[in-house]
C-alpha cells in the first residue's frame, strides 16, 4: 500500500483518452521491452505527442485486460525486468516514465515528478 500512496504522490499532467484507429493505419514506433502479468514496458523516441502515446499502448495491450503499459524515452530508466504488478515499481522508475497507458480506462495519463 505504500509504494501505491508514493505512486499517487506523483503530479498526473495530463491524460488522454484515444479514438479507435485501425490497425492498419498505424505503424508503431516504441520498442516493447517487456511484459509481465498486467505491466508492460516500451521504449519510445523523445517527443511524441500523447496521442500517440495512447497509441502505442493500446496497440501493444490489444485484447488483454488487466494491461498498463509504462513508456521511457530513456532505455537507461527502463527497467531490467517487467514486475507482475504496477504497485512494485519504484518511486524512481514511476517518476522517470513519461506515463502509462491504462487499457481498461482507455486513458494515457502524462506523469512527472512534483517538486
Given at each position: 500500500?505504500?509504494?501505491?500512496?508514493?505512486?499517487l504522490a506523483v503530479a498526473f499532467v495530463a491524460s488522454v483518452a484515444t479514438p479507435a484507429i485501425?490497425?492498419?493505419?498505424y505503424a508503431p514506433?516504441?520498442?516493447h521491452k517487456g511484459s509481465n502479468g498486467m505491466v508492460t514496458m516500451m521504449l519510445c523516441p523523445e517527443?511524441?505527442?500523447?496521442?500517440?502515446?495512447?497509441?502505442?499502448?493500446q496497440m501493444v495491450c490489444g485484447d488483454r485486460k488487466p494491461c498498463g503499459v509504462w513508456i521511457w524515452e530513456n532505455?537507461?530508466?527502463?527497467?531490467?525486468?517487467?514486475?507482475?504488478s504496477h504497485d512494485k515499481l519504484t518511486e524512481k522508475q514511476?517518476?522517470?516514465?513519461?506515463?502509462?497507458w491504462m487499457h481498461e480506462h482507455q486513458q494515457?495519463?502524462?506523469?512527472?515528478e512534483q517538486q
Open positions: 500500500m505504500l509504494k501505491y500512496r508514493k505512486f485501425a490497425e492498419d493505419e514506433v516504441c520498442e517527443g511524441l505527442k500523447l496521442k500517440q502515446l495512447a497509441k502505442e499502448g532505455e537507461a530508466d527502463v527497467p531490467d525486468e517487467a514486475p507482475n514511476i517518476t522517470s516514465s513519461r506515463g502509462v494515457f495519463i502524462e506523469i512527472s
